[in-house]
């Protein structure tokens, strides 16, 4: 999938396509569906049950959100047909160069604290895992810690052992804590993915965000592949 965006001459892998590729290397991603129509939109999202969140799907579009491409929660049918109309509106809107490729209808799991969590292809270090709190937290705290790939359970470890992190895994607010495992699991997946032969050759970061930790697990809600520019 990677090899053909390349050679498509494409920048980026799509949410739909991205998320194909976490759930290959063994990363949950909600249960979703993509359309290519208002209508089927609405079938969609009453086929993975309500709530929903729906998105607009662009390999141009790498900030959704920034352009108005994300409605939720969805709780009806014909919510789901309007909010694509509404994600029509602002992204032709805010990005007037963009064209859609469809929606994706994604059961909405909102959770209290997100976190992010990416692989990224250092110019002079190689591959590296970054992981922290993600959301508008990225920006406002700057809560991230970088590893070298591969990752062993030490430097898992490290990286949950943070002070501000393991409150927030803790549990806030009466929310019960984290399951740990399934969250050490996904960034074990993705620092395995960067140890793959020729990786580095082939994208410039794969950017999980937000990704959440429950007491039912770790699921990455939102994705990006962007890619090195090849032929």
């Known amino acids: 999938m990677i090899a053909a ?32 129509s208002a209508a ?3 079938e969609a999202a009453t086929a993975v049950g309500f709530p929903v969140a729906v998105k607009a799907v662009s390999r141009s579009l790498t900030h959704k ?10 709780m009806t049918a014909a919510d789901a047909t309007a909010a694509c109309g509404l994600i029509v509106e602002r992204v032709a809107r805010a990005r007037p160069d963009v064209t859609l490729d469809g929606f994706l209808v994604e059961a909405y799991q909102p959770a209290r604290v997100e976190w992010i969590l990416s692989l990224r292809i250092d110019p002079q270090f190689g591959p590296m895992i970054m992981f922290g709190l993600g959301g508008i937290f990225v920006e406002l705290l700057g ?30 607010r009466g929310d019960p804590p984290a ?10 997946a993705l620092s395995a993915f960067g140890t793959r032969r020729n990786i580095a050759e082939s994208i410039i970061e794969i950017e999980i965000n937000p990704l959440i930790a ?13 890619l090195r520019p090849g032929s």
């Open 40 to 42: 089927a939109a609405a």
């Open 179 to 188: 399951d740990r495992d399934s969250l050490k699991a996904v960034i074990r």
């Open 214 to 226: 429950t007491a039912r697990g770790a699921v990455a809600l939102d994705a990006l592949v962007l």
């Open 143 to 172: 809560q991230v810690a970088f590893r070298l790939v591969p990752l062993d359970e030490t430097d898992i470890d490290i990286l949950l052992a943070n002070r501000l992190v393991a409150r927030a895994l803790d549990g806030l």
């Open 5 to 36: 965006a390349r050679r498509r001459g494409d920048t980026a892998l799509s949410e739909v396509e991205s998320k194909a590729l976490l759930r290959e290397i063994g990363i949950p991603t909600p249960a979703g569906r993509s359309v290519a």
């Open 65 to 74: 959100t920034d352009a108005g491409g994300v409605v939720f929660p969805v």
